[in-house]
């Protein structure tokens, strides 16, 4: 039997020396007293529960971590159930009202909300670094015309773990820091030239007198004028995305981020896996689904068949559901508001009124009620990248910029802590055992 007791961390008022689990192995009829700490056992204390000495250990098998937390982290609080986001304590809500993206990111990364002075170094530092060399300019021209510019971020961020070898040394605090910055500054450097790229458009230059956001509106739409002067309203909006998209704890592109990142390869090449996680359907790609799911309804009095389906199994109400809320996503309500000041400037966007009619069925029906859907950040957040023109190949593109900063601040704490090694589930192995080769000619 076990000896070891809980040392700390009872939740909700229990008493410390009844802060274990005891588990009595059936098989054996021998008890372990397992320690309970934040309300979570260790998957490793399992470990000595065995048969016999041949025995490996008792493991648990969570495929798709559904209830496995991979680390201790202090960036990003969701409670699902109540619909609450904060990052570093503060809530999204306060965040999205009163903030600018690179405070955001400031916050995140660093842990506490910047003073002007470091915010304004902070945005310099940013700001001077987002040109790239031209062999990445280069190197993306080498696309072919129609590349999607998921794949062409993909690849380009990853490519610039070339540029920078020195990124390499990741246990070197001060080149760490240069490469946080070149990201941040980077990345929408990356994605417009991405989207300039498949319009066939030449690329454009960062205009370091604009704001980040500002900066990146020009990248994409400035043609010959001298100057290009964003709309404000349309800058603060997708300042206030990139803000809603900035972290969402262990979601799949952030533990991509984290367990290519525990390998302790340079971060570019970290976050190029973040990138592709989140190019999939079921992560960054669902706003994409969501525009070409409004589409394909074309009308509302499309709706109704189209919720049968839904429901019959045969589709997804893209834009519907989530892993941890099982509420309204608060990020979905913010960007509802966030849309109506795009469509003050830009005109309403004419599948709106079916994206609103689908969510009142929606939420009205047992189908939904029952599993807990609610609309959550991709469902509005692709009308407003239609209404500013952007086509739908680049929605995911528009949500990795915003969570670079999330990818980056868990990355470094990954990075800062002890307890993490590199990342290597177990499995539980079902195939064949010890066979006999068999020669071509004998195989049937
Ligand atoms: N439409 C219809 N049914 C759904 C949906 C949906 N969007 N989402 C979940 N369900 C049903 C699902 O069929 C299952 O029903 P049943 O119990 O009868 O089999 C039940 O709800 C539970 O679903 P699940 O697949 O076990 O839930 P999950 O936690 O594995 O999936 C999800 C989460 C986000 C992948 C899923 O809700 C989904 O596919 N949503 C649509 C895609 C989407 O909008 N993704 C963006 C997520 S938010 C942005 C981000 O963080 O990346």
């Known amino acids: 039997m076990s000896t070891e007791t809980a040392s700390n ?11 274990t689990l005891t588990v009595t192995d059936n098989r054996t009829g021998r008890q372990y007293e ?9 998957g490793i204390d399992l470990r000595q529960i065995r048969v016999d000495d041949e025995d490996f250990g008792l493991m648990s098998y969570d495929p798709a971590f559904m209830n496995t937390a991979s680390c201790r982290s202090a960036i990003t609080f969701i409670d699902g159930d109540k619909g609450i986001l904060e990052y570093r304590g503060y809530p999204i809500e306060q965040l999205a009202e009163q903030s600018s993206y690179l405070e955001v990111a400031y916050l995140l990364i660093h842990g506490e909300l910047p003073t002007q002075q470091q915010l304004d170094t902070w945005t310099h530092e940013i700001t001077i670094h987002t040109f790239v060399h031209e062999n990445v300019k280069e190197f993306m021209q080498g696309f072919r015309y129609d590349a999607h510019p998921m794949g062409m971020l993909l690849a380009s961020v990853g490519a610039l773990s070339t540029f920078y070898p020195e990124a390499s040394q990741i246990k070197d605090a001060e080149l760490r820091y240069q490469q946080i910055i070149r990201l941040l500054a980077k990345m929408p450097t990356l994605a417009a030239f991405a989207y300039r790229h498949n319009r066939g458009m030449p690329y454009v230059y960062p205009d370091n007198d604009l704001s980040y956001a500002g900066n990146f509106l020009g990248m994409l739409f400035k043609i010959a004028e001298l100057k290009y002067q964003p709309d404000p309203r349309i800058e603060r909006a ?7 998209h900035a972290d969402h704890e262990q979601n799949c592109s952030t533990s991509a981020v984290r367990g290519v990142g525990s390998s302790q390869v340079d971060p570019y090449s970290a976050l190029a896996a973040g990138v592709g996680a989140l190019y999939g359907p079921l992560h960054g790609g669902a706003n994409e689904q969501v525009l070409r799911m409004l589409h394909r309804i074309e009308r509302k009095e499309n709706i109704p068949g189209f919720i049968d389906g839904v429901k019959a199994g045969d589709e997804r109400l893209m834009g519907f559901g989530h892993r941890v809320y099982k509420n309204y996503d608060p990020r979905a309500k913010i960007i509802k508001k966030a849309a109506q000041d795009v469509f003050d400037v830009m005109g309403t966007n004419p599948y709106l009124d079916i994206a609103l009619e689908l969510e009142k069925i929606a939420l009205e029906d047992e189908y939904f009620i029952e599993r807990k859907l609610y609309p959550n950040v ?3 957040s692709g009308l407003i990248y239609e209404a500013l023109g952007m086509p739908v190949e680049m929605f995911p593109v528009l949500f990795a910029i915003g969570r670079t ?3 980056i601040a868990q990355w470094l704490e990954m990075i800062e802590d002890g307890e993490q090694k590199i990342a290597r589930p177990r499995q539980i192995y079902t195939g064949a055992r010890t066979r006999e080769y068999v020669p071509m000619g004998s195989r049937s």
């Not at 397992?34 to 260790?42: K, L, V, Y």
């Not at 997708?238 to 809603?244: A, C, E, G, S, T």
């Open 405 to 407: 900063s999330g990818w």
């Open 238 to 244: 997708l300042d206030v995305l990139f803000i809603l």
């Open 378 to 380: 991709d469902f509005y």
């Open 34 to 42: 397992i320690p309970i700490t934040d309300g979570t056992i260790r």
């Open 9 to 19: 961390g009872a939740e909700g008022g229990v008493a410390a020396a009844s802060a």
